[in-house]
């Protein structure tokens, strides 16, 4: 009865899908928890690969936006958009549709990003003649400078940036900002990575970083021959999400809001690659089974509507469960302390 239910609403909704209003959305979940089981005719390999890591994706992100959601910050809004990144998906024979939140915390999203990026980035990166993998980095700031400060750096690569242009000598490579949050100190670390072409410049924009950054040490500041890997590394994560003792909500919190409407990567001399995930976004799978079908996500895997098979067969591992574990660690922090006993004392003796 209830299986003919979802059918009505799959066969309403194969006219025209509004993945805003879900026929489904006010039907118990858990009624459709009861129904899943696995796909009779499995996709192929890669497809499965792709579509089981995105269920994993979408299992921590849920958790994650739903935690961050709770903190009621400025971006509250946005941490419950992602909650219904690709919540469901639209399958027309061999293509699958969803909708897609395009937030920087959310893994469904950075998964799709970080292909997109390789792809386009990939090859004019590794055709930099003698390409070097450059750390910039200056003191660590607080909560509240953070915005400002990233914005600091960013002015200040972008004068070596057109000093290197006037001398005919421009800067050919990548840029990434990435931020991570100190625990020990309770401030945050954010810095920038660069593949760039030649030993000279990669000395040239570290001399000229130290220079000019206000309390910039020479020391704690990188360069390295680039290889594949570290090409590879450049599209990784922009901040940490699994900290060892738990993630604190509050310093991911800050650092989404520090770097809110500010770009990720900025290329130089080569061509630019968008980092957005449009909204709507679709997939042709070959080799998977050819359905109309409205898929809704519960909990952790999507379940077809009209029939309770399972897309992916995903189900949390246990480092998954670990990580969601954590992001409840600092949920219960008492009131605050003296200043200098409020560092997250607890969880730091513990590592
Ligand atoms: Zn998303």
């Not at 009865?1 to 025209?16: D, F, S």
């Not at 994706?57 to 936006?65: G, Q, R």
């Not at 958009?81 to 699958?96: N, Y």
């Not at 077809?304 to 992001?327: N, R, Y």
Request: charged residues 30%; proline residues 5%; contains cysteine.
């Amino acid at each position: 009865m209830i299986a003919q239910r979802y059918a009505t609403g799959v066969n309403n909704a194969n006219k025209e899908v509004n993945f805003l209003s879900s026929p489904v959305v006010s039907s118990p979940l858990d009624t459709l928890a009861q129904l899943r089981k696995p796909l009779q005719n499995q996709p192929s390999q890669q497809a499965k690969k792709t579509l089981y890591k995105r269920a994993k994706a979408k299992y921590i992100s849920n958790n994650l936006a739903l935690k961050l959601k709770d903190l009621r910050s400025d971006l509250e809004r946005s941490y419950f958009r992602t909650f219904g990144c690709a919540s469901t998906l639209e399958q027309k024979g061999e293509k699958i549709t969803g909708m897609y939140c395009n937030n920087r915390w959310c893994l469904v999203c950075n998964r799709i990003r970080t292909a997109k990026l390789i792809k386009g980035y990939m090859q004019p990166l590794s055709e930099l003649n003698d390409p070097y993998f450059v750390t910039l980095t200056t003191p660590n700031v607080g909560e509240d400078e953070l915005r400002d400060h990233i914005k600091y750096m960013t002015r200040t690569f972008t004068k070596i940036k057109d000093m290197h242009r006037k001398a005919k000598q421009p800067i050919k490579g990548l840029r990434k900002t990435e931020c991570t949050h100190s625990k020990q100190r309770n401030n945050y670390n954010p810095h920038f990575h660069i593949i760039v072409e030649g030993k000279q410049t990669a000395q040239a924009i570290i001399s000229q970083w130290v220079n000019r950054i206000e309390g910039a040490n020479i020391e704690a500041q990188d360069m390295r021959p680039a290889d594949e890997n570290s090409i590879y590394e450049l599209f990784k994560y922009f901040t940490k999400i699994q900290y060892k003792g738990g993630t604190n909500l509050k310093a991911l919190d800050t650092i989404f809001q520090a770097m809110r409407g500010l770009r990720t990567f900025q290329p130089m001399g080569i061509k630019k690659v968008s980092e957005d995930v449009e909204e709507i976004h679709s997939e042709i799978y070959e080799e998977i089974e050819k359905r109309e079908a409205l898929w809704l996500w519960c909990e952790d895997d999507w379940i077809d509507t009209a029939t309770g098979e399972t897309l992916t067969g995903h189900s949390p591992t246990e480092a998954a469960k670990e990580i969601v574990k954590g992001f409840d660690a600092y949920k219960h922090k008492k009131p605050p302390r003296p200043p200098e006993l409020s560092l997250n004392t607890k969880f730091y003796i513990k590592n």
